[in-house]
Each structure stands twice: as structure tokens, then as C-alpha cells.
């Protein structure tokens, strides 16, 4: 399977990282493709102008989500991982989601996807897990897993949380 992993953690080598890589290593081992894109460190915004419906998926802008689109072409499968500071998903996660709409003109190439969250606090979820349980109704993916983590008060605490393991089942049963 070829999997795409768009993390939207602007804060690199900390939690999200950890967290993604640690699907991404365990993927590849089960024989998968992983390409992890940092949605985070690029520029990305969505115009709502609907340009990309009258022009087969083709933004009007000249920004970084070309380096975004080109490997979901090939995609099986998306996972969308995003740390949660503010009861929701990250505002670079966001954008590059918003802008998967340009799909809805031509088709998703991918049908299957999942979704994995860190935090430091217990309960801050529901927002998230509300918008991607919604969005994969309506663009009929088929959700693989959702895995939430808190309890990341520290840059490297992902890498001692014992639900690092359900990152790792969530990626084998890929396989």
C-alpha cells in the first residue's frame, strides 16, 4: 500500500515526529510505502474561490501544496497526524485539508485513512475526531484507526508513552 502521513506539527523533531515516524517505520516493515510530508513547514492557504472545481482540480495559486498534491495522486491511503493545541487540529494541518478539496472536481486517488493526535491534556479531541469522522462520511473514505496520545508535557515525552504502541498495531494491521 502507498501511504501519505501529511503531519501538521510545525515543531519539528518533537511529539507529532516521534509519533509519525514511529507509523512510518512500522509501515515500511509491513511492507507499505510511507512518504511523510510536512504540511507545517510550507505555505499553504485556501482562497475558497473554487477555481480548482471549474479548472479539474488546478489551484489558482502558485504555493507549496503542489509538493502536497503530486505524492496523494499515488496514495492508497492518507493519515492525517496533528498535535492538538487549541482543541482542534493545527492551523497548517487545517490548510492543507481545506485544500484537498480541489480533489472533490476530479476524485480522491485514495479511499482509506486514519488519524493520529498528541497532546498534553486528556480531552481535547472531540473537535478534531468530529470534523475527520465528518469529512470521511462525506468523501466516503474508509477510516483505518484514530489513535489520541496526551500526556505530552515535554518535547520528547512521546518517545516513553506506552501508547506509542497503538501507533505502531495501527500500522501493522496494514499490512
Given at each position: ?64 501544496m503542489a509538493d502536497v ?23 497548517q494541518e487545517k490548510a ?80
Amino acid at each position: 500500500m502507498n501511504i501519505v502521513v501529511l503531519s501538521g506539527s510545525p515543531r519539528k523533531g518533537a511529539n507529532t515526529d516521534t509519533m509519525v515516524e514511529a507509523f512510518a517505520e512500522t509501515a515500511r516493515e509491513g511492507g507499505n510505502t510511507v512518504e511523510v510530508v510536512r504540511v507545517a513547514s510550507k505555505k499553504i492557504a485556501c482562497l475558497g474561490c473554487r477555481y480548482c472545481f471549474a479548472h479539474e482540480g488546478t489551484c489558482v495559486q502558485k504555493d507549496d501544496m503542489a509538493d502536497v498534491i503530486e505524492p496523494l495522486k499515488d496514495a492508497d491511503m492518507v493519515v492525517f497526524a496533528s498535535p492538538i493545541y487549541w482543541f482542534d487540529i493545527t492551523a497548517q494541518e487545517k490548510a492543507a485539508i481545506d485544500r484537498l478539496y480541489a480533489f472533490g472536481a476530479t476524485g480522491f486517488p485514495f479511499t482509506k485513512t486514519a488519524l493520529l493526535l498528541d497532546s498534553h491534556s486528556e480531552g481535547v479531541y472531540d473537535a478534531a475526531i468530529a470534523m475527520y469522522k465528518s469529512t470521511c462520511a462525506y468523501c466516503k473514505w474508509e477510516d483505518q484507526g484514530i489513535v489520541t496520545i496526551s500526556g505530552m508535557t515535554e518535547r520528547d515525552s512521546m518517545a516513553s508513552s506506552p501508547k506509542l504502541e497503538e501507533v505502531r498495531e495501527l500500522a501493522r494491521k496494514l499490512a
